[in-house]
């Protein structure tokens, strides 16, 4: 892994997943296996935020410049990063039109016109959209973009202070839960005052840790208070008859979740899948010998359709080419299970099967095939999350000290510790060491605040 980003592209490349050679810089293509792990992936995001009461809808793509600039924090934070629509043809436009960056402003501009009266209240809607944001930063495929191209965003509306907190917590537990899905380990930080969302009271953000040591984000949750509906006149007559603007919140994930999933779990021998996001969850190899191919392609076909009937992703691979060469591109495309069949096995009622996560290869009762499969999808999923939660507890490392040590030193200390363990250090929280200039002495960020086996500590590491 001391390679992390040339292992990176070449299985973006080798597994098929996404072609970088698009000619603008930050944008790049989802090829069609990597497309299909996009749409398991934000499938089971979807399915997470509708069981929780949010709509989906869709807004434009264009948002007129004073729309933009309608809130001072918000268009402060974005104004660097913003690509401008300026013409129709070859006529100028009047009024210059933004590719979003993220979708606060046109969607509070419409809430504006749906906001009456208390019954109004709440709104929980998002959507699943591609957005723009002018990176200087070096981009990287899936994880800085230019076109972020599965930006799913989350804004609510609500009448009570209380309710939006609440709110916050339950957009938490979502994210909490789908990570877990995607058995990617997160770090929880409420993030520094001077690095939160531009517009937001507070943002709480979802760090994981790259096998490079690097911190990447990849989720975040705004509590809005009452800056944006201040701004856009967001009010409501409330019960008692009164007025009042609405508390809001808003909570993104991006690209990066597909990033993750195959930083993580990845080996040397290509991709990982999660059963529940991957294309293909079984492979069934027909091991064909001169004499016996016609029984191995009979057996081949019977548990092709037994599986498929229960619902599993399966495909028989049954080209013209050496096993070997069928089980390396299988591994490398992170299928989580593989079912050969040979003429021996078919004599002695067994199939042989092997698992991707271990690489444990083992013969079952072709009786027992079906339970033993489904069973198999369930203890891989366990397994990969346990994994990666060891992996990113190795890269987890706490530095203690007393409180009477001068900051210079426990900065020395930090820094020392950063880069010989990487990831995220964790120092218990002080209030002279919460500080800004803290991250140029420690030459890394200052991720926030975090709670961490009952104790409250500062989180800092280098980031993407
Ligand atoms: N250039 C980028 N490429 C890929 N993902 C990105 C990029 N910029 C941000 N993200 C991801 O998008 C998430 C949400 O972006 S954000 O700016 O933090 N928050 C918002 O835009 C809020 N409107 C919530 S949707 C981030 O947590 C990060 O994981």
Known sequence: MENFSEWYSEILEKAEIYDVRYPIKGCGVYLPYGFKIRRYTFDILRRLLEEKGHEEVLFPLLIPEDLLAKEGEHIKGFENEVFWVTHGGKKPLEIKLALRPTSETPIYYMMKLWIKVHKDLPI????????????????????????????KEAHTAHTTMEEAENQVKEAIEIYREFFNELGIPVIVSRRPEWDKFPGAEYTVAFDTVFPDGRVIQIGTVHNLGQNFSRTFDLEFETLEGGKDYVYQTCYGISDRAIASIIAIHGDEKGLILPPNVAPIQVIIIPLLFKGKKEIVYDKTRKLYSLLKEAGVRVKIDDRDIRPGRKFNDWELRGVPVRIEVGPKDIENKV???????????????????????LDLLEKIKDNMRKKAKEKIERYITIVDYNADIPIEEIACRVKETLKEKKGIVLIPYSEKVYREDFEEKIEASILGITEYRGEKYITVGRTY
């Open 351 to 373: 199939v042989t099967i092997y698992r991707r996560d271990t690489g444990e290869k083992y013969h079952v009762g072709e009786d027992k095939i079906m339970d033993e499969i």
């Open 124 to 151: 929980k809607i998002f959507q699943i959209v591609n957005t723009f944001r002018y990176e200087t930063k070096h981009t990287r495929p899936l994880i800085r973009l230019r076109e972020i191209m599965t930006f």
